[in-house]
């Protein structure tokens, strides 16, 4: 693990917080309302916290690297990216190449004896905890709470007694059941469980595939908030109880109602300055991720809570499509997080993952040409198509409708005729435009892959043979998630390639849009691909 505390201390030095405005979608109306998507991107599974006038989220990353991504806000709507609590995913050779809806499932992140505390579950190897002072960084090499499989959506409880508990529930592909809560005792300081858990609800009956809960404690209530339903039809649930191990009621809380937000559930209870209750959670949108809401809410004077516009007065509520701002006791600036990137530093955007944990020798930043200069690797043995690469460098969908274009200049290495850099849009079935080498030149390509999770081999059509190493490739995505892409010769004029694909899911996430290096063999040196910059609009 000296590698992740080496990249943690380089990350730590040169990170970079820029501020930015989106151009296609901002939830800030500018008059004191917001409208939700707060984060209309694939922050999956969001918890957040309030740390004086600070609000910090976490979101599940699964394969993609860095994890476990940081968002700061100062009012709940206006977000940024700060940085990341996982720069390599243990263990390290596992996720060398990648592994698809394996990795960090939903975290939850704490403030504790003056640290910021993360833990995040692997449904593979159990529950890990990560520390920080800063949460933009560095934070601490994972350390496995509890080992095991299926155990998944931790989150901690600092009792008044002193005693340290933790909920979390299960991952049926693992553990063999789901549906229920159970509640681990863990030691005085959060690292390691003490005993072997306590069931506290089962949700057979009522609450099929209940998961995701977060624990809190009000007025001698003890409180585990958690989705139920499953996650594009599913309700917010409530449990309470006077005593931790139970027995809970339970109530439904929020749920689609007449609105248009499918699912609304899973998130987290934040407490403004001024005292307000607010509440984010997430909403599944397909092939554009699970995208973040905030809802007002309330607690009742039997105190149950009721999220949302409660508009019948019976307890539950449904979310809101536009809501009054939080009251926050001031007025912060608009800002969204980063999409497009110059390149002009020396390091990475924030708003960028790779499919597996990354090498060293992927990409250079080359602030002196403000250029990001990809270096070709070869797929994995028996990779069949660009799914199985762990060398893609990808981004969240950042709106419904919006278009991406880029700048590239292909240096290929001239002992191979097969490597290719490109543009190219990434779920379970793919498509990108990209430069491909060839014994006689340069060719621009349209490559599709139907079913490539499934292994599936890309199918190739030539465009044209190219007389200029340097070519603008462009994808426009609009409405249905339907992608089309385009190229120009000088930047100005744009003709289409391929038919119009459309965007698919990919492992528990939304599609993304990125950039691509490889070759299919391997030699001792590569060629390499100059992305002069990366441009989101509409």
């Known amino acids: 693990m000296i590698l992740i505390a080496s990249v943690n201390k380089i990350y730590a030095q040169t990170k970079q917080i ?83 809806g394996d990795g960090v499932w939903a975290p939850s992140i704490r403030y504790h004896n003056n640290e910021f505390v993360i833990y995040y579950p692997d ?11 800063d949460p933009a960084g560095p934070w601490t090499e994972p350390h496995l709470v509890v080992a ?28 063999g059941i789901k549906s229920v809560i159970a509640i681990k005792r863990l030691n005085k300081e959060g690292t390691k469980a003490m005993d072997e858990g306590v069931i506290v609800y089962d949700g057979h009956e009522k609450d099929v595939t209940i998961e995701g809960p977060k624990f809190y404690k009000r007025n001698g209530y ?32 929020m749920d689609q109602g007449k609105s248009t937000f499918n699912g609304p559930h899973q998130g987290a209870w934040v407490t403004t300055q001024t005292g307000e209750d607010w509440f984010l959670h997430f909403q599944d949108k397909g092939p554009y991720g699970r995208v973040v809401l905030l809802e007002p809410m309330k607690w009742l004077s039997n105190n149950w809570p009721v999220i949302g516009i409660d508009a019948d007065g019976d307890g539950k509520g449904e979310p809101v499509v536009a809501h ?62 660009l799914w199985q690469a762990p060398n893609v460098l990808l981004q969240k969908f950042p709106a419904e409708e919006f278009t991406v274009t880029t700048k590239l200049t292909f240096t290929p290495n001239p002992k191979l ?86 965007a698919e899911v990919g492992r528990w996430i939304g599609a993304k849009v990125g950039l691509f290096c490889t070759r299919e063999s391997q030699t001792n040196d590569s060629g390499y691909a100059d992305i002069d910059w990366f441009r989101v609009g509409l």
């Open 18 to 100: 820029v501020p930015y405005v989106s151009k296609v979608w901002v939830p800030d109306l500018g008059n004191g309302t917001y409208k939700n998507p707060v984060l209309n991107a694939d922050y999956s599974d969001p918890d957040a916290i309030r740390v004086g006038d600070d609000y910090y989220m976490v979101s599940s990353s699964f394969e993609d690297i860095p994890g476990l991504p940081i968002l700061h806000s100062k009012d709940l709507v206006n977000w940024t990216i700060i940085g990341h609590a996982l720069l390599r995913q243990p263990p390290l050779e596992h996720f060398n190449v990648p592994r698809h």
């Open 123 to 133: 449904p593979d190897y159990g529950i890990y905890i990560v520390k920080a002072k």
């Open 148 to 175: 095991g499989k299926g155990l998944i959506d931790p989150c901690p409880l600092w009792d008044d007694d002193g005693n340290v508990y933790l909920v979390h529930a299960f991952a049926g592909s693992r553990a």
């Open 222 to 253: 003890y409180y585990i908030f958690a989705p139920a339903g499953g996650v594009p039809t599913g309700w917010q649930l409530v449990l309470r109880s006077r005593n931790i191990y139970g027995p809970y009621e339970r109530r439904i809380v």
């Open 324 to 385: 009054k701002k939080p009251n926050v006791g001031k007025s912060y600036p608009v800002t969204t997080p980063v999409e497009s990137d110059e390149f002009n530093g020396n390091t990475l955007g924030l708003q960028w993952q790779w499919q597996a944990n990354p090498k060293e020798f992927w990409y250079f930043m080359d602030p002196a040409n403000g250029c990001l200069r990809l270096y070709s690797d070869k797929w994995p043995d028996g990779a069949k198509n």
């Open 417 to 502: 005729d097969n490597e290719k850099a490109g543009l190219t849009i990434m779920g379970f079935s793919y498509a990108n435009i990209a430069v491909k080498s060839k014994k006689d030149g340069l060719y621009l390509i349209y490559t599709t892959c139907k079913d490539a999770e499934k292994g599936a081999e890309e199918n190739e059509k030539t465009i044209t043979k190219l007389s200029d190493a340097t070519v603008y490739l462009r994808v426009k995505v609009t409405k249905g998630a339907k992608c089309n892409f385009s190229y120009s010769i000088d930047g100005k004029d744009f003709k289409e390639a391929g038919d119009d694909f459309h």
